[in-house]
């Protein structure tokens, strides 16, 4: 009797101090490598999704910049990661310059004038200038673009399929 107790006793101490030891690996999504994807992300959507059929896009993307303190003018190279999560063989991308909506003579100028309401513009704004993607590319293929303004669109070399990710490098 004693020796099931005991062997009891340290089967209950065995799971629940490897459960709580489980506990203990807190997600960090600063440590390297990204993982974001990951099973062990309690914030990433695709662990949790709404409803049955849900999905999103993932973008993952690393930022090198530098900003002119004089001319108020950032400059930068980005490389993103693009997965296709939708059931869709997808032949373009979009990607949204959301700095270029308050430029002067974009949609929302427009906007704000047929509402009559007052918008300021900054020098480089005043001028139309925004967000300026001089490149984009795969590997070193510039990928042709449309511009709608703040929406650019960006055909792909080749179809992504579901579940498959492009690299991207934009300056």
């Given at each position: 009797m004693l020796h099931k107790i005991f062997l009891i006793t340290t089967l209950l101490f065995y799971f629940l101090s490897s459960s709580v030891f489980c506990q203990n690996q807190i997600y960090d999504p600063n440590a390297p490598p990204n993982d974001?994807?990951?099973?062990?992300?309690?914030?990433?959507w695709g662990n949790h999704?709404?409803?049955?059929?849900?999905?999103?896009?993932?973008?993952?993307?690393?930022?090198?910049?530098?900003?002119?303190?004089?001319?108020?003018?950032i400059d930068g190279k980005e490389t993103l990661v693009y997965w296709n999560n939708s059931p869709d063989t997808l032949d373009f991308v979009y990607f949204h310059l959301y700095q270029q909506a308050f430029v002067k003579g974009g949609y929302l100028e427009a906007l704000n004038l047929k509402n009559n309401n007052k918008q300021?513009?900054?020098?480089?704004?005043?001028?139309?200038?925004?967000?300026?993607?001089?490149?984009?590319?795969?590997?070193?293929?510039?990928?042709?673009?449309?511009?709608?303004?703040?929406?650019?669109?960006?055909y792909l070399l080749e179809p992504l399929f579901p579940g498959d990710s492009v690299v991207c490098t934009i300056t």
């Amino acid at each position: 009797m004693l020796h099931k107790i005991f062997l009891i006793t340290t089967l209950l101490f065995y799971f629940l101090s490897s459960s709580v030891f489980c506990q203990n690996q807190i997600y960090d999504p600063n440590a390297p490598p990204n993982d974001y994807r990951s099973k062990k992300n309690p914030f990433y959507w695709g662990n949790h999704s709404p409803y049955e059929g849900y999905w999103q896009q993932d973008v993952y993307y690393q930022i090198q910049a530098t900003i002119d303190e004089k001319t108020d003018i950032i400059d930068g190279k980005e490389t993103l990661v693009y997965w296709n999560n939708s059931p869709d063989t997808l032949d373009f991308v979009y990607f949204h310059l959301y700095q270029q909506a308050f430029v002067k003579g974009g949609y929302l100028e427009a906007l704000n004038l047929k509402n009559n309401n007052k918008q300021s513009f900054g020098k480089y704004e005043t001028a139309g200038l925004g967000e300026h993607v001089k490149s984009l590319r795969i590997g070193n293929t510039d990928l042709k673009t449309e511009l709608d303004f703040s929406v650019l669109k960006a055909y792909l070399l080749e179809p992504l399929f579901p579940g498959d990710s492009v690299v991207c490098t934009i300056t």
